[in-house]
Structures are given as structure tokens and as C-alpha cells.
């Protein structure tokens, strides 16, 4: 009788320790939701609201039912919120407890995102048309190279001489505002100071049709839109098109009468205190286009002054 092999089974090997699950990201919004919320209230006294001190308040800062009553909400609710519980809030009802607990615009912001619900600029907080001093000075100090403020409209909201002298077309203007979508899309060809127009113009509307997501239904943007639209059909065909881009360095070629063609790499920089508006500065690609420069600067005259 032949011998009979018995494999035996390979020992049972223990399962790895399973990794600690990280908390979702949602939970960990709503604790940090918590805190914020009880910071800011710890802060704000009654006296600040045109409420009576009271008596015996171990509660710094106004207390959980104060904040609910002010803000027009259920006490529960508001327990609930500060707690972190997963429910929902409205952008109304975040906006009542912003202002009760007297949140600015970067607390107001954060408040939206901990709550995970999107945040609206205020309407007409990116039509600032003044700039202070100072980055009127940073403008200025960034010559020879020029140098604009622009918002999420393309409205231009200052510049430096160089910027001036380099796009000095007389219909820069649209009814009421500099603007460089309605120059563009509006002067003859001739004049047009962009050279590559079928590549420079479908980015410039995408990218203002990405900022136009924040602001639909606006009589600025709306206005602004509907009479480029009755302007240009190429601005409407383009605006039809639903394309979306961000604001991005790139190399742009411009035309001017004086000196040709000018290569720039264009770079955005935010600026702190202006949503949605940044400075844009245009650098030489080359040595030609910064003979060019130099050559605008010391012979051009500035025509926007």
C-alpha cells in the first residue's frame, strides 16, 4: 500500500491591526464649526447687543439662547449648530448668527465654509472702483514694467504710466467704466492692441465666466453682459460657449503704434482687502520688447492722464 503525503496546512497568519479611520473631513469641519462659534460668542458681551448685564453670569459673553433669540432661530437649533451635529443651515440663517455675534468678512467666510455651505461675496463687494495709496504706490514702484488693477469684470481700477502709455486707446471707456473686455471686443481691428485675438479673447471670457458663477443675477454683471453681448457678436458667440478658466501667467503679444510688437509674460497677484480684484504686471519677454519699453517710457506721452 503505497505512503499517502499529508500536506499540512499553513498556520493561519493574524490579520493585520486594522488602521485607525480617519475622521471625514465633513466631521472635522463640524468640530472645528464648535469652537469657532463658541469663541466668537465668548466674545461678545450683552452690552454689545443692547442687552442688560444680568446678574450672576458665569457665561462669558452672551449666552447659547441669547444668540439663538437675536439671531431668530430655535434654541435647539442653535445648540445643535454649536455642538457640531450634522444639520443644515441656510445662508440666511448663517447670516443672522454673523451678524449677532458681529463676525467681519473673513470670519463671515469662514463661518460659511466650516458650515459647508458656499459662501456669496456681498453684493457689490468686487465693484470697488478706488484704490488706497499704498497699492497705488506698489503700482507706480513696479515701472518701468506696466502694471494694472483689474476685478473679476476686467473693469481697470488703476495703473501705472507704463500700463498708460503701452494701451493708450482712446475707447478704453465703456458708458460709465475703463474696461478692457469692452475695448477689446468693441474697437476696430486695427487698433486692437492684442495681437493673437483668437487665442487672448476665448481665455479672457472664460475666465470672467468663471468669476460670473459668484455673481448671477447681479444688475452690475448683468447689465454689463447683456450690452457687450449687444455690442459684439464675437463676445456673445464667446459667452455662449460656457467655457471656464482660472486667471493664469502667460506670454501675450502686443501691438503698438509707436514701437511693435511687444512680447509680456503677464503675472496676477491678489491683493488683500479687495475681493476678486488682483494686480496684473506685464515683464519683457525678451530684449526687443524691453527696448520697447524703454522706448514708450522715455518718448510716449501719457494719454490717460
Known amino acids: 500500500m503505497g505512503g499517502v503525503t499529508i500536506l499540512a496546512a499553513a498556520a493561519p497568519q493574524p490579520a493585520p491591526a486594522p488602521k485607525p479611520t480617519p475622521a471625514p ?15 466668537r460668542r465668548a466674545r461678545v458681551t450683552p452690552e454689545d447687543v443692547g442687552m442688560p448685564p444680568g446678574l450672576r453670569r458665569r457665561t462669558p459673553g452672551l449666552r447659547r439662547e441669547e444668540v439663538a433669540q437675536l439671531s431668530g432661530v430655535g434654541v435647539t437649533w442653535y445648540t445643535w449648530l454649536e455642538q457640531g451635529r450634522p444639520i443644515n443651515a441656510s445662508a440666511q440663517v448663517l447670516d443672522a448668527v454673523a451678524r449677532v455675534l458681529r463676525l467681519d468678512r ?68 465703456s458708458p460709465g467704466v475703463r474696461n478692457v473686455l469692452w475695448t477689446l471686443f468693441t474697437i476696430a481691428d486695427q487698433k486692437c492692441p492684442v495681437v493673437d485675438k483668437e487665442r487672448e479673447l476665448p481665455l479672457m471670457v472664460a475666465q470672467m465666466r468663471g468669476a460670473y458663477g459668484r455673481h448671477a443675477g447681479e444688475p452690475a454683471w448683468e447689465s454689463f453682459v447683456r450690452r ?15 467655457d471656464v478658466v482660472p486667471p493664469r501667467s502667460q506670454i501675450k503679444t502686443f501691438r503698438h ?39 514708450l517710457r522715455t518718448e510716449g506721452v501719457d494719454t490717460w492722464a
Open 106 to 173: 473673513p470670519e463671515r467666510e469662514h463661518l460659511y465654509h466650516l458650515a459647508e455651505v458656499p459662501f456669496a461675496p456681498d453684493q457689490g463687494a468686487e465693484d470697488v472702483d478706488v484704490v488706497s495709496p499704498e497699492i497705488q504706490g506698489i503700482l507706480d514702484a513696479l515701472a518701468p514694467h506696466p502694471a494694472v488693477v483689474y476685478n473679476s469684470r476686467y473693469d481697470v481700477l488703476a495703473t501705472n504710466s507704463t500700463y498708460r502709455l503701452l494701451f493708450s486707446v482712446p475707447e478704453a471707456t
Open 25 to 39: 473631513a465633513s466631521r472635522r469641519r463640524r468640530h472645528e464649526l464648535a469652537a469657532f462659534l463658541r469663541s
Open 257 to 295: 503704434d509707436a514701437v511693435g510688437e511687444l512680447r509680456m509674460t503677464s503675472v496676477s497677484l491678489s491683493i488683500n482687502g479687495m475681493p476678486e480684484c488682483r494686480i496684473v504686471a506685464y515683464t519683457p519677454n525678451d530684449e526687443e520688447s524691453r527696448r520697447a519699453v524703454e522706448t
Open 228 to 242: 457687450l453681448t449687444e455690442a459684439s457678436p464675437e463676445f456673445a458667440r464667446m459667452w455662449r460657449s460656457g
